[in-house]
């Protein structure tokens, strides 16, 4: 994994991406001659290369020709892909020049992106905090310029946490929108319905264009070319999971943040932002472990992550591997193995698990008709703002405040919102309804104007 040099911190280093520097050169030399000859009007173009030229950067747990695909599995370390994943390809053919993959946790399954094969991605607010996962190695290089746009996937907030971490725009989409093909781990039975692939972006006037191109004919789903008066829409605001045993208290700062949200919207849109409780988010991490194990409606059991740890190969022992790890000698991380171990727990008590899926469905129909069509919920991106390196280990759950949306199957985009007082991103997360993406995105642009969005590192 490539190091990057950031601007004038010439030692800031953050390990984040693999390039293919000479490639896209040579792509973009292919653009000015394209553009040099007159191959068309600018409008003409601009309708069959919507992104033409534009350099973007890819997750590594997608498929790019020419590049690694190995999820951060030391296995597959000389795996080099031979085709695109279909969201890669639908950006290439819409003029986007690849610049490379990044770097994510392994098996996309943690929220710090560090793996055995490329090492650890640091944030380039602070070296020694975290970009988030899963892809946070995408969070990291747009949020240190090196990058504008790029692609991300998402089942437990792997795009909203690293964009929050790094200052960034990072949407998830309605599910079953964007298409997940060509990526590894792919998602089987239940997980399909919450394994979401969408943008992220510096800017967020870029994530409209993008989704409608990686959603291809998907994009008929949603109503993107609806207009969005903010003074029309219904807002509701939750500070705050209700207090779970299992997760931080919200920080200070990002509570602030959120209420100048919520000022702003009052005093400027001559909107009421009602505040709410919704109590079955005190339960988030439970109901999103339940409905991540249950079977789907053909009965089909979920994909066990020791699985993919051996990569459909030489099953994978959690204990062992547990016991390697402390002698120093397992290819795979600390945050795998404790996953592997707590998805044998979860299968010992199905009948409180299928308790907590029927709560997770009800907690379904209460977003709903909260929201509607006409309806957006803000609500925290993280707890707190990124941590300290390896301070997940100690609160692993944090990231429910994410991943309770992807089995609820919502649209929801995490905002920037300037920087904390120990010069690091704050955000919010803005929710809809089902197919209501066109809410939160227009949100997005506007807490951009009004909040100034993304602020590059090191500027106070």
């Given at each position: 994994?490539?190091?990057?040099?950031?601007?004038?911190?010439?030692?800031?280093?953050?390990?984040?991406?693999?390039?293919?520097?000479?490639?896209?050169?040579?792509?973009?030399?292919h653009v000015d001659k394209l553009l040099s000859e007159g191959h068309g009007d600018e409008d003409s173009l601009q309708e069959k290369f919507p992104f033409l030229g534009v350099p973007f950067t890819v997750k590594e747990a997608f498929a790019l020709h020419g590049m690694p695909n190995t999820s951060g599995l030391v296995s597959r370390r000389n795996l080099i892909s031979t085709s695109?994943?279909?969201?890669?390809?639908?950006?290439?053919?819409?003029?986007?020049?690849?610049?490379?993959?990044?770097?994510?946790?392994?098996?996309?399954?943690?929220?710090e992106s560090s793996n055995k094969v490329y090492g650890r991605t640091n944030n380039p607010y602070d070296l020694q905090r975290i970009v988030g996962g899963s892809s946070g190695g995408e969070g990291c290089v747009l949020g240190a310029a090196c990058s504008v746009i790029g692609v991300g996937s998402d089942i437990g907030g792997s795009i909203r946490m690293p964009a929050f971490f790094n200052g960034v725009f990072g949407h998830k989409p309605t599910t079953g929108?964007?298409?997940?093909?060509?990526?590894?781990?792919?998602?089987?039975?239940?997980?399909?319905?919450?394994?979401?692939?969408?943008p992220?972006?510096?800017?967020?006037?870029?994530?409209?264009?993008?989704?409608?191109?990686?959603?291809?004919?998907?994009?008929?789903?949603?109503?993107?070319?609806?207009?969005?008066?903010?003074?029309?829409?219904k807002f509701y605001c939750m500070e705050h999971d209700g207090g779970s045993v299992f997760v931080s208290p919200v920080d200070r700062e990002i509570l602030q943040a959120q209420r100048k949200v919520v000022e702003h919207l009052e005093t400027q849109c001559g909107v009421q932002v009602q505040y709410v409780t919704i109590h079955k988010m005190k339960y988030a991490f439970q109901i999103w472990s339940a409905m991540m194990s249950s079977r789907d409606s053909d009965g089909q059991e979920a994909q066990l992550f020791t699985d993919l740890l051996g990569d459909h190969g030489k099953p994978v022992w959690p204990l062992w591997e547990l016991m390697k790890w402390f002698l120093g000698m397992s290819l795979h991380t600390i945050p795998a193995i404790a996953l592997a171990l707590t998805e044998k727990l979860m299968k010992l008590n199905p009948g409180g698990n299928a308790k907590l899926v029927s709560m997770g469905h009800n907690l379904r129909t209460e977003?709903?008709?909260?929201?509607?069509?006409?309806?957006?919920?803000?609500?925290?991106?993280?707890?707190?703002?990124?941590p300290k390196h390896y301070f997940p280990l100690g609160m692993p759950f944090n990231f429910v405040y994410t991943a309770i949306f992807n089995v609820l199957g919502l649209p929801v985009t995490q905002c920037p919102l300037g920087l904390s007082s120990e010069g690091l991103p704050l955000g919010i997360q803005v929710v809809a309804g089902p197919h209501n993406d066109h809410l939160t995105l227009a949100m997005a642009r506007y807490l951009e104007k009004a909040f100034g969005g993304w602020v590059c590192p090191g500027k106070s």
């Open positions: 994994m490539d190091v990057m040099i950031f601007g004038d911190q010439s030692h800031l280093v953050v390990n984040a991406f693999n390039c293919r520097f000479d490639a896209a050169l040579q792509e973009a030399h695109d994943a279909l969201v890669v390809s639908r950006l290439k053919q819409a003029g986007a020049i690849p610049l490379g993959v990044t770097n994510c946790s392994e098996l996309c399954m943690w929220y929108v964007v298409p997940n093909d060509g990526q590894f781990p792919n998602a089987l039975g239940v997980r399909t319905e919450f394994l979401c692939t969408g992220m972006c510096r800017y967020a006037e870029d994530l409209e264009p993008m989704l409608r191109v990686m959603a291809g004919p998907g994009v008929r789903k949603l109503k993107l070319d609806e207009k969005v008066l903010l003074e029309k829409v977003m709903m008709n909260l929201l509607g069509t006409d309806g957006m919920l803000l609500y925290p991106s993280h707890p707190i703002v990124a």
